[in-house]
């Protein structure tokens, strides 16, 4: 059983920075595919990036490529996601999530295949 606890999120001016961490309480981090999912209101959840077991795949969703990052630190259980350029569209509130995987190299990009999901930390991005 894993609990994931997110941090991180608040509001910003657009074209600003944050960077989100979510942090596993189990013991075997590593074997989890790590993503970050985001949830507006009024719109459905949606896929924002993955990384790998190793940390050496990456996969974003084409709204976010080039501004933002996915990152793993395997020894400290936690996950970041650096976010550069931000814009209005980018609020919501955004949860990690993991996924047991066998590879080392897969990236999963859809929820379901996500067995633990943390409460989410709120970004708001204001023009």
């Known amino acids: 059983q894993e609990r994931l606890v997110e941090s991180g999120g608040g509001l910003v001016q657009a074209g600003g920075s944050l960077r989100l961490s979510c942090t596993a309480s189990?013991?075997?981090?590593?074997?989890?595919?790590m993503g970050w999912f985001r949830q507006a209101p009024g719109k459905e959840r949606e896929f924002v990036a993955g990384?790998?077991?190793?940390?050496?795949?990456?996969h974003y969703a084409d709204s976010v490529k080039g501004r933002f990052t996915i990152s793993r630190d395997n020894a400290y259980h936690t996950v970041y996601l650096q976010m550069h350029n931000l814009e209005p569209e980018d609020t919501a509130g955004y949860s990690c999530?993991?996924?047991?995987?066998?590879?080392?190299?897969?990236?999963?990009?859809?929820?379901?295949?996500?067995?633990?999901w943390g409460q989410g930390t709120q970004v708001t991005v204001s023009s």
């Open positions: 999530a993991a996924a047991p995987v066998a590879s080392t190299t897969v990236v999963v990009t859809t929820a379901p295949e996500y067995d633990y």
């Open positions: 189990g013991r075997i981090f590593s074997l989890y595919v």
């Open positions: 990384i790998s077991r190793s940390g050496g795949s990456t």
